[in-house]
């Protein structure tokens, strides 16, 4: 089978090549694949920026964002040959940690858990894989073509779930939300909000194309005029910062209103120095009650119910938001699409 792997920390290394075909241990998928999601994670690890291999492994077959159809499965697993799933990227530490050991392993405390194509377990990016039953996802089969969005979904789920429960400290009614990145993630969280029938927002820099045709077709509001502008139009409850901008993080965190949360999605690279009157930010923080958190990665919770608002949501606007669609043979394609494109994803099916 042709699987696509890197050599981490060499940039260069991203290769598609051969493979043996994974054979399944005890308890294990199967799994035909039938696309592959491509991220900012993925392109760094081809940067190599980070990754780590398999033990004894000198490549790491990377993807994270994953969806195929099961071939075979184990008597009694909940799963059958043609189901449609998704793996779950992250594993617990062998410890454990006291958050592992409860099932919350996106908020491992050690640092000793492991990923799917990211850190010490190859990734789904190959023709078959194999999954834990315990850590796969079925999915309805309506969502065929566009079920490899359950990554990111869940992602902004276990966000949202922050959001609730900073808010649920006090009495909490939010009105409005303010999305300031219009990428796969930050869609994903307007749709969210959209879904809860709150007064959306979302900022971004282009001013056509793609990305305000999905904003305007939830009936949320799409700015481009830059940040001031869009706090113009609207003093948000919450803020969703999905860019990693390290301007916008700062202005993001001072937008809101009362007993505000900012939540932090987006990942800002190291090294970059801004000028920040923190004491103002420090002061309104302090004086408002307000609340900022970061967010990031999922556990099997958040992926269930990922699968279920995907299940729950229109067809059509989750199709257009996979702008670039690409053959397993032109993955640098996929690595290189422009930042206009919203979603990428590499067809790997019938390859």
């Known amino acids: 089978m042709r699987a696509l792997t890197v050599e981490?920390?060499?940039?260069?290394s991203l290769a598609l090549g051969d493979m043996d075909e994974p054979v399944p241990g005890e308890g294990e998928l199967l799994v035909d694949a039938i696309a592959l999601g491509v991220c900012g994670t993925d392109r760094e690890l081809a940067d190599g920026e980070y990754g780590w291999a398999p033990p004894g492994a000198d490549r790491l077959v990377i993807g994270h964002e994953s969806l195929g159809r099961v071939r075979e499965a184990p008597e009694g697993s909940g799963f059958a040959p043609g189901d449609l799933v998704v793996g779950v990227v992250r594993r617990p530490d062998p410890e454990p940690c006291g958050a592992c050991a409860r099932g919350l392993f996106d908020n491992c405390r050690n640092g000793n858990y492991t990923e799917r194509g990211i850190k010490e377990i190859h990734g789904y990016a190959s023709e078959v894989w194999t999954v834990e039953a315990d850590y796969a996802v079925k999915l309805d089969p309506s969502l065929a073509d566009v079920g490899v969005l359950l990554e990111p979904m869940s992602v902004l789920v276990k966000a949202w779930e922050q959001i609730d429960k900073v808010g649920g400290r006090s009495?909490?009614?939010?009105?409005?939300?303010?999305?300031?990145?219009?990428?796969?993630?930050g869609l994903l969280a307007a749709l969210i909000g959209s879904q809860r029938g709150l007064d959306v927002h979302v900022l971004d820099r282009a001013p056509d194309g793609a990305k305000p045709e999905l904003v305007e077709s939830l009936g949320a509001t799409y700015h481009y005029e830059g940040f001031p502008k869009a706090i113009e139009a609207v003093v948000p409850d919450i803020v969703v910062e999905a860019t990693g901008s390290e301007a916008l993080v700062f202005d993001a965190m001072a937008a809101t209103g009362n007993f505000g949360v900012t939540c932090l999605?987006?990942?800002?690279?190291?090294?970059?120095?801004?000028?920040?009157?923190?004491?103002?930010?420090?002061?309104?923080?302090?004086?408002e009650n307000d609340v900022v958190v970061g967010s990031v990665n999922a556990n099997l919770d958040h992926c269930t119910r990922a699968a279920q608002l995907?299940?729950?949501?229109?067809?059509?606007?989750?199709?257009?938001?996979?702008?670039?669609?690409?053959?397993?043979?032109?993955?640098?394609?996929?690595?290189?699409?422009?930042?206009?494109?919203?979603k990428v994803v590499i067809d790997i099916e019938g390859a």
Request: hydrophobic share 40%; aromatic share 8%; proline share 7%.
């Open 310 to 342: 995907l299940a729950d949501s229109d067809r059509d606007w989750l199709r257009r938001l996979i702008t670039k669609r690409v053959p397993f043979g032109d993955y640098q394609d996929a690595f290189h699409a422009g930042s206009g494109e919203v």
């Open 171 to 185: 009495w909490f009614d939010p009105q409005s939300v303010l999305v300031t990145g219009a990428g796969p993630i």
């Open 265 to 287: 999605t987006g990942v800002s690279p190291a090294g970059r120095r801004m000028n920040v009157d923190a004491g103002s930010l420090n002061r309104d923080i302090v004086l």
């Open 8 to 12: 981490p920390g060499v940039k260069g």
